[in-house]
């Protein structure tokens, strides 16, 4: 076990390393330089002063939002002892059953290469290069034949896997045990139960005021509102992510919505972030990649046929593209059980020196991808801010959907997280819909997997990511899973086929997000 002040003395050195290589160092250090012409800085008290400083002049608080960030994304460090792969996943048999899964969607994209005889990479022709230059922001209306790529995997595929996990420390036996939960997942988890659950989303309780909730009997709706808008205009006043973190757990006024989750994800937008996203744009224009056309099809296939987010195609194909680029991204495999895959330069396999991560970012996207991006396209329409909020969002949360781990917002915690809440409140119906073959994690994992997009209307959507921000925690989205399966439990108790199951749950978009989490965990009998 790490010792406390240990363990405090890794984090503010693992920081500040982390720190002195970003352009906020720089930035601090040339402000630093400037104050020095100042006639308030005197020599005797050089040190207070050009401290008091960077405070009167907001960069102290620049650099406390940096900070918070990093503590954020991090884990908690290890033991010095412990070996660096304990910090992407603790757990062997997890770390295996990941790597397994990566060798197999790798070897579907050499596959398809072989069988399509495209290479992963290559150059474009000049013409090509000025051509796509010019269609730039109207990508969606070409119409590539996309008919012989297929998607790598699919939610359905990667479920079958983690319906395999299992514990080789635990007996398999046939015969049921106290240790058997009934559910598809059979790996022994730590999960919250109700009564935790509701300390840790204690602001969203049957007596305070949300977003979300049309009628409160504690405070009228508008008055509310007002309020809670006047708030978090003085939260974006004092630009503090912590405090925007904790506000937006009650949710986000329409119009600061954008601003505050910024504020949250210490996204600032400057002009060398501009410059960054301008430099993979013309990476994109250089080079072709087989995972192009991979984003491409996944944005035929899902939201190009969305009533939401057919009109933000070009968007997300600009996103999408850059990401797949961006070898910053590279970085979030420190604290993720996933390895990016490599790639040898032709005739050179199996030869370390001729290896490249492929693609650059390490990330090989699956049938509904795009989704993540595509909710965000209506709070950000610049290109390269809506391109840094994803990119954030994906390295924070969202890569833990679809990677196999041990972690609290891991897909296999929140997929044992659901079926466990489903069992212990609604008995009945697990054991209903369990007896007929129709499993309810089978239904729920695609809304999990995407974190709802595509299954929500998008206000609500965005009020359920407004409370993963705020949580900084994926866990609330298996406890809206499980408040749906309860709010339609009547209905599901009447069918008699996984079919007829899956056609009571095929429509969500009229559900209202709060009122049903509130429901579930505040007017549950626990």
């Known amino acids: 076990m790490l010792d406390p002040d240990r363990g405090l003395s890794l984090t503010i050195a693992r920081v500040v390393q982390r720190l002195q290589g970003s352009s906020l160092h720089s930035q601090l250090e040339r402000q630093a330089r400037v104050s020095l012409h100042k006639p308030e800085i005197k020599l005797e008290s050089l040190k207070e002063d050009i401290k008091d400083f960077l405070k009167t002049s907001g960069w102290e608080k620049k650099l406390q939002n940096a900070v918070y960030s990093e503590l954020n994304m991090f884990p908690s460090p290890c033991h010095p002892a412990a070996p660096p792969e304990h910090i992407k996943e603790p757990l062997a048999y997890m770390r295996k059953a990941q790597g397994s899964w990566e060798k197999r969607i790798l070897k579907s994209l050499n596959s398809m290469s072989t069988e399509l005889n495209i290479p992963l990479a290559q150059k474009r022709p000049a013409n090509e290069q000025k051509e796509l230059l010019n269609k730039w922001n109207e990508m969606g209306t070409d119409e590539p034949d996309l008919s012989l790529f297929r998607p790598v995997y699919a939610p359905k595929d990667f479920l079958e896997v983690l319906m395999n996990l299992r514990n080789p420390n635990y007996e398999n036996g046939e015969q049921p045990s106290f240790r058997n939960h009934l559910g598809?997942?059979?790996?022994?988890?730590?999960?919250?139960?109700?009564?935790?659950?509701?300390?840790?989303?204690?602001e969203l309780g049957l007596n305070i005021g949300q977003l979300g909730i049309d009628d409160s009997a504690q405070v009228p709706p508008e008055f509310f509102e007002n309020e809670h808008v006047r708030v978090g205009q003085k939260v974006l006043a004092e630009q503090d992510s912590a405090a925007a973190q904790q506000y937006v757990r009650q949710g986000c006024p329409t119009a600061l919505r954008a601003d505050l989750w910024a504020l949250i994800l210490n996204i600032s937008n400057q002009p060398e972030d501009i410059l960054y996203y301008e430099q993979l744009?013309?990476?994109?224009?250089?080079?072709?990649?087989?995972?192009?056309s991979l984003i491409y099809k996944d944005v035929k296939l899902t939201a190009s046929n969305d009533d939401y987010y057919f009109v933000f195609e070009d968007y997300l194909y600009?996103?999408?593209?850059?990401?797949?680029?961006?070898?910053?991204?590279?970085?979030h495999f420190t604290y993720s059980s996933a390895t990016p895959p490599k790639s040898y330069i032709q005739g050179k396999l199996g030869m370390e020196e001729y290896a490249v991560f492929y693609p650059p970012n390490g990330v090989i996207p699956f049938h509904g991808f795009s989704m993540y991006v595509a909710p965000l396209c209506f709070l950000y329409h610049e290109p390269s801010k809506l391109y840094q909020i994803f990119r954030e969002m994906y390295v924070r949360f969202f890569f833990r959907l679809h990677s196999i781990s041990s972690h609290p917002s891991g897909i296999v915690s929140l997929c044992l997280l659901f079926e466990t809440l489903l069992q212990t409140h609604l008995p009945q119906l697990f054991y209903h819909l369990r007896e007929i073959g129709a499993q309810p994690l089978r239904i729920s994992f695609k809304w999990m997997v995407r974190a709802f997009s595509g299954y929500l209307a998008t206000d609500q959507l965005l009020l359920l990511w407004d409370r993963i921000l705020g949580y900084n925690s994926l866990e609330i989205l298996a406890v809206l899973a499980a408040a749906v399966f309860a709010f339609r439990a009547v209905n599901l108790m009447e069918v008699t086929s996984l079919a007829a199951a899956e056609a009571v749950l095929a429509d969500l978009s009229t559900l209202k997000v709060m009122p049903l989490l509130q429901i579930f965990l505040f007017a549950t009998v626990t």
């Open 281 to 292: 744009k013309s990476n994109v224009i250089q080079h072709d990649l087989l995972v192009d």
């Open 318 to 331: 600009q996103v999408l593209l850059c990401f797949s680029r961006d070898t910053s991204v590279l970085e």
């Open 184 to 202: 598809l997942i059979q790996v022994p988890l730590k999960v919250k139960d109700i009564p935790e659950l509701k300390e840790d989303f204690s």
